[in-house]
């Protein structure tokens, strides 16, 4: 459990960033590596808390002391085995994971938490660094066959499960390039995408297939996939944007955020796009959400060349630290400051946009707003109410909607005749991952809804369990924080 005294020794320290002047002239990473005596201590910091709650804070029930103890006592190879147990992508977690297990920890109830999504990042670098990601091949194939639909992490988590259970596993993606939104939503600055290529050659080499450009429902028939395989598993994640229902919004210059970062990630990589550009050079941008979409993309838009940044979210403006409404260990709605915001990015909360302003030609100038307030009532949903006379005009070339997503698309679900809740989530039970239709299995945001990256792998995992089980009878698949050592 680290260091007994750790806690007390050793201050939290997390990794610092380039400055800003020089990191917003590149879409590469930009954070600074702890020496490896720092990252020691870090890990030294993980204090014997008797019940380590950092456990129910991650849903993947990642065994977080135990990598944190091997961390400071230089055990790599040891942290690399014990991570890797219950995480198929710690390399995905460790750069794009808010972290709950953070919030969770025992420290945080008065101090600052063990820095334990950087420790997660660091681990798996030194893992491929030294050659440690090793492909695992099954020695036996079972001879079912298993289609995934979707490459995102949940879909290739349950890939990589699948696989190591001795099954045929191929992955269909509608894109031209394997990944989902860890490829075409999460900014470069984030993760580059080199660090998704290194894994999938891993996957690749267990025996896995990949087939791109392959729009299931559209270019390819499901009752082909159905037809060739024992069992489909559905990844394809929850991507139906909100709309902004307001005047305007027919405009030259109102965009949703994932077409703006997903053709700036296409540029990027040299990938061509069919649609025209969307740029935010010199251009007044106001990026309407305040979730992590509405942050990649005010990033985005420094590194377009944006002449300023606006930031609007509807909601009130959080707290700085813990509420009594939101005790510890339970994730809490802080107000958090990314790095991107940090980039220049004036921000406005309690306000709402009512409509677009366009020129003769169509073209979006501007935009109008109003204050907004919420009211709550015990046992009924909060209310928000407009303040009169708080309407504002602001000028405005290309605005963002970062709004967040109403569900998942419904072609499938529509073709193969599964059950959709309200918001066109895919139904599947978690006590199985299984639709209505046997055999057909649903996991990550096409289930559950629009959620994080480290739930997607957990669910990913869970399913796959669940399918193996369905064919086989019985599996030895790990279910949450059972571990798989020592698979890397």
Known sequence: MGKITGFLEFKSKSEDYEPVEKRVENYKEFTVKLKESELK?????????????????????????????????????????????????PEFTGRLCPAPCEEACVLNINEDPVTIEN???NIAEEA???????????????????????????????????????????????????GGLLRYGIPDFKMEKNVIDRRLEVLEQEGIKFITNAHVGKNIAIEEVKLNHDSIVLCGGATVNRQLPIKGAHLKGVHQAMDFLSQNNRRVDGLKFSENEISAKGKNVVVIGGGDTGSDCIGTSFRQGAESVLNFEILKKASVDRTADQPWPYWPMKLRTTSSHAEGAEREWSISTKEFLGDA?????????????????????????????????????????????????????????????????IHASLDDYQ??????????????????????????????????????????????????????
Not at 60 to 78: C, E, R, S, T
Not at 150 to 175: I, K, M
């Open 41 to 89: 201590d870090q890990g030294a910091r993980c204090m014997d808390c008797g019940i380590p709650f950092c456990h129910s804070g991650c849903p993947l029930g990642n065994l977080i002391p135990d990598f944190n103890d091997a961390v400071y006592q230089g055990k790599w190879q040891k942290a690399a085995e014990i991570l890797h147990g219950t995480n198929n992508f």
């Open 119 to 121: 420790i997660e990042k």
């Open 128 to 178: 491929f660094k030294n050659g440690w990601v090793k492909p695992q091949i099954p020695e036996h194939r079972t001879g079912k066959k298993v289609a995934v639909i979707g490459s995102g992490p949940a879909g290739l988590a349950a890939a990589q499960q699948l696989n190591r259970a001795g099954h045929e596993v191929t992955v269909y993606e509608r894109d031209e390039k394997v």
């Open 361 to 425: 030609q169509g073209n979006l100038v501007g935009l109008i707003t109003t204050e907004v307030e919420w009211t709550h009532k015990l046992g009924e949903r909060p209310l928000l109410e407009e303040i009169p006379g708080t309407d504002k005009r602001w000028d405005c070339d290309l605005a963002l909607l970062a709004l967040g997503f109403t569900g998942s698309e419904t072609t499938l679900a529509e073709q193969l005749g599964l059950k959709m809740d309200a918001r066109t989530n």
């Open 435 to 488: 639709s209505n239709v046997p055999g057909i299995f649903v996991a990550g945001d096409m289930r559950r809804g629009q959620s994080l990256i480290v739930w997607a792998i957990s669910e990913g995992r869970e399913a796959a369990y669940y399918v193996d089980k369905y064919l086989m009878g019985t599996s030895e698949l790990p279910l949450k924080g059972e571990g798989d050592l020592p698979r890397i």
